[in-house]
């Protein structure tokens, strides 16, 4: 009795297993909800002076006065700081600085200066 108790215990140990790993499996394909077009890199090609005309702030040069602006988190904007420089907007998603709903919401009012310019690391 004790060893089938043990069996059937085992199986459900399995099963729970195998339900908790689909359910992970699964997550990972999910698609993501940002939409991007070609429009988000256009500014990489730009000057300082381009961007200021067009009322954008660079994510490079930009004071953490200007950054307020956007009204991020605290946490979002130190973690914006901390990353510079970037090359495109799309790095604050792609290197996880800014969760895709808080770059939707600033994708309009952001850019990046000379972006193709190589970046110069110490």
């Given amino acids: 009795m004790k060893k089938q108790t043990a069996v059937f215990a085992g199986v459900i140990g399995v099963g729970v297993a195998a339900l908790l790993w689909f ?59 901390e990353n510079r420089p970037y090359r495109s907007k799309l790095e604050l998603v792609s290197r996880i600085v800014l969760s895709e709903a808080e770059y939707e919401v600033i994708k309009e009012k952001i850019g990046v200066a000379e972006g193709r310019e190589p970046v110069k690391i110490a």
């Fill in 23 to 81: 359910r992970r499996l699964g997550r990972r394909h999910e698609l993501s909800n940002i939409h991007l077009t070609a429009k988000d890199l256009d500014y990489q090609d730009l000057s300082p002076e381009d961007l200021s005309s067009a009322h954008l702030i660079d994510l490079n040069d930009a004071d953490p006065t200007q950054l307020r602006t956007l009204n991020l988190s605290p946490e979002s904007l130190e973690r914006l700081i």
